[in-house]
């Protein structure tokens, strides 16, 4: 594998300023969203090929919302690119201060296989907004999808903006690393190859964004809107077969209302993927073999009170919740990244809590009650990535919320606005004034210290 010559094509548009103004940025943008557009078709077909993934699920959670992005951009693009202006303080005037927003550079960006086109272009939006030329690493185990994706950048964008490294496993990253020192690598995945992606970030001291993973937790109070609370766990959980890293990973309910809530979990699986006349048309299957086993191995843990079959053929898991387990259990400690749905009970918050720690930073917290109060003890209570109250995985919909991990589930965060500052460097600028110098700033300082105090205190 050898990236010097296109990579060398990348550093010198970018340093020969090719994506420096604000109208180069737009027409690349404009001409990214027409090529998205024009294959809309293509990107169907591709996602069912890979996930079994219908239009409609794939327009909601891929294509759809990479287009809001990317709209969102086109329009904000111009004022976010405008350096900000901040007070000067008192010692600096006559001044003034502005954070410039410059672009880093040469930039990488690999991503997963579970929104194979979200997460890949998601990120790339705010890495093109910010003028940077891009290297593009998609999941090995979406060939569909990538293919397209391919089309779409070759057809928007030339070889030294953008470089798409087709069909590679991890293999790659060496390869594109070792003669060449990248200005920020953006990484969404797993946890452990996070650590490793980190690492050889590091000795090249290349900033980094990590999205990563890690088990989120889904309290529901005695209090909760039950039916509402089944409603949106099922929908976040069973979406794409489980394979979300923001999905519900395990319950936690109140002792009193367990029963009824497994309950509407079961109601709700059964009207939004079973119903026997859409014939699976909303179900997903699993990405592959490996995490197929992997899954399967889950549900000798505790009891299945629904679901539990699975069908290799197909490689799909049916909606499965599971109650009576151990936190020993394997599917208490990793993070689940499927269709199965443990339900625990609680009778205090202080014993949830416990069990939440034992998995410190998810990704993200879910909390459905009707007390307001309680809601934001517990949003309190868990250091998580992001929260949602009365609701699970949405907060990433909004792009005002910048969407990111905590601790093991992540460094740094993006969409809207927050991908263009990810990808940008904040470089401070403070212009002085010449006319007014007073020598009382200058050595020798002897007797005023009194004034300085008085000045920068
Ligand atoms: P993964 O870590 O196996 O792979 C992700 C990408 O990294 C792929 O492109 C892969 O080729 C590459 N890769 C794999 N091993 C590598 C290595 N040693 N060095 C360099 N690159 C390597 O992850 P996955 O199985 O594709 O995705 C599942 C995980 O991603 C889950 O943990 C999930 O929670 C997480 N995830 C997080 C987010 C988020 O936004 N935080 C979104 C989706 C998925």
């Given at each position: 594998?050898?990236?010097?010559?296109?990579?060398?094509?990348?550093?010198?548009?970018?340093?020969?300023?090719?994506?420096?103004?604000?109208?180069?940025?737009?027409?690349?943008?404009?001409?990214f969203l027409?090529s998205l557009q024009a294959h809309e078709e293509a990107i169907y077909t591709a996602l069912e090929t890979d996930l079994k993934k219908s239009p409609e699920e794939t327009w909601l959670t891929e294509n759809g919302f990479v287009q809001t992005e990317l709209k969102l951009t086109?329009?904000?693009?111009?004022?976010?690119?405008?350096?900000?202006?901040?007070?000067?303080?008192?010692?600096?005037?006559?001044?003034?201060?502005?954070?410039?927003?410059?672009?880093?550079?040469?930039?990488?960006?690999?991503s997963p296989w579970n929104y194979p086109l979200n997460l890949l272009f998601t990120p790339f939006i705010g890495?093109?907004?910010?003028?940077?030329?891009?290297?593009?690493?998609p999941s090995?185990?979406t060939?569909a999808i990538s293919?397209v994706m391919?089309?779409i950048?070759?057809?928007?964008?030339?070889?030294?903006?953008?470089?798409?490294?087709?069909?590679?496993?991890?293999?790659?990253?060496?390869?594109?690393?070792?003669?060449?020192?990248?200005?920020?690598?953006?990484?969404t995945?797993?946890?452990?190859?996070?650590?490793?992606?980190?690492?050889?970030?590091?000795?090249?001291?290349?900033?980094?964004?990590?999205e990563?993973?890690?088990?989120s937790?889904c309290?529901?109070?005695?209090?909760?809107?039950?039916?509402v609370a089944a409603k949106r766990i099922v929908f976040a959980k069973f979406t794409n077969s489980g394979q979300t890293c923001v999905a519900p990973?395990?319950?936690?309910?109140?002792?009193?209302?367990?029963?009824?809530?497994?309950?509407?979990?079961?109601?709700y699986i059964?009207a939004f993927f079973l119903q026997?006349?859409a014939n699976g048309y909303d179900y997903g299957k699993i990405i592959?073999?490996?995490?197929?086993?992997?899954?399967?191995?889950?549900?000798?843990?505790?009891?299945?009170?629904?679901?539990?079959?699975?069908?290799?053929?197909?490689?799909q898991?049916?909606p499965?919740?599971?109650?009576?387990?151990?936190?020993?259990?394997?599917?208490?400690?990793?993070?689940?990244f499927g269709p199965?749905l443990?339900?625990?009970?609680?009778?205090?918050?202080?014993?949830?809590?416990?069990?939440?720690?034992?998995?410190?930073?998810?990704l993200a917290?879910y909390?459905?009650?009707?007390?307001?109060?309680?809601?934001?003890?517990?949003?309190?209570?868990?250091?998580?990535?992001g929260?949602c109250?009365n609701n699970a995985s949405v907060h990433l919909i909004n792009p005002k919320l910048?969407f990111?991990?905590?601790?093991?589930?992540?460094?740094?965060?993006y969409h809207g606005?927050?991908s263009?500052?990810?990808?940008?460097?904040?470089?401070?600028?403070?212009?002085?004034?010449?006319?007014?110098?007073?020598?009382?700033?200058?050595?020798?300082?002897?007797?005023?210290?009194?004034?300085?105090?008085?000045?920068?205190?």
């Amino acid at each position: 594998m050898e990236f010097d010559d296109q990579l060398k094509e990348l550093r010198e548009n970018f340093k020969a300023g090719g994506l420096k103004t604000y109208e180069q940025r737009k027409k690349l943008l404009k001409a990214f969203l027409a090529s998205l557009q024009a294959h809309e078709e293509a990107i169907y077909t591709a996602l069912e090929t890979d996930l079994k993934k219908s239009p409609e699920e794939t327009w909601l959670t891929e294509n759809g919302f990479v287009q809001t992005e990317l709209k969102l951009t086109i329009k904000q693009l111009k004022k976010w690119m405008k350096p900000e202006k901040v007070c000067t303080n008192l010692i600096n005037l006559p001044g003034s201060s502005r954070i410039y927003h410059e672009p880093k550079g040469v930039v990488l960006i690999i991503s997963p296989w579970n929104y194979p086109l979200n997460l890949l272009f998601t990120p790339f939006i705010g890495a093109i907004a910010a003028g940077n030329t891009v290297v593009l690493k998609p999941s090995e185990y979406t060939p569909a999808i990538s293919a397209v994706m391919k089309k779409i950048i070759s057809e928007s964008f030339a070889k030294n903006e953008v470089l798409y490294v087709e069909g590679e496993g991890a293999e790659v990253i060496p390869a594109l690393m070792k003669n060449f020192r990248f200005d920020h690598i953006f990484y969404t995945g797993s946890t452990a190859v996070g650590k490793k992606i980190y690492e050889a970030a590091a000795k090249q001291l290349i900033p980094v964004t990590l999205e990563l993973g890690g088990k989120s937790p889904c309290v529901v109070e005695k209090d909760a809107d039950l039916d509402v609370a089944a409603k949106r766990i099922v929908f976040a959980k069973f979406t794409n077969s489980g394979q979300t890293c923001v999905a519900p990973d395990y319950i936690l309910v109140h002792n009193d209302v367990h029963r009824q809530l497994t309950d509407a979990l079961q109601k709700y699986i059964k009207a939004f993927f079973l119903q026997p006349e859409a014939n699976g048309y909303d179900y997903g299957k699993i990405i592959n073999k490996e995490q197929f086993d992997r899954l399967v191995g889950y549900l000798g843990d505790g009891t299945i009170i629904f679901g539990g079959m699975y069908d290799k053929e197909k490689m799909q898991i049916q909606p499965t919740i599971i109650e009576d387990l151990s936190l020993e259990d394997s599917i208490m400690q990793e993070e689940i990244f499927g269709p199965i749905l443990p339900v625990l009970s609680f009778t205090n918050t202080n014993g949830a809590i416990n069990i939440i720690n034992r998995n410190p930073d998810p990704l993200a917290f879910y909390i459905f009650t009707k007390d307001d109060e309680n809601a934001d003890l517990w949003i309190n209570a868990v250091p998580s990535g992001g929260a949602c109250v009365n609701n699970a995985s949405v907060h990433l919909i909004n792009p005002k919320l910048p969407f990111g991990g905590r601790g093991n589930s992540g460094i740094g965060s993006y969409h809207g606005r927050k991908s263009f500052t990810t990808f940008s460097h904040q470089k401070s600028v403070l212009k002085s004034s010449t006319w007014f110098d007073p020598k009382l700033k200058y050595p020798p300082y002897k007797g005023k210290l009194s004034m300085f105090k008085k000045v920068t205190g």
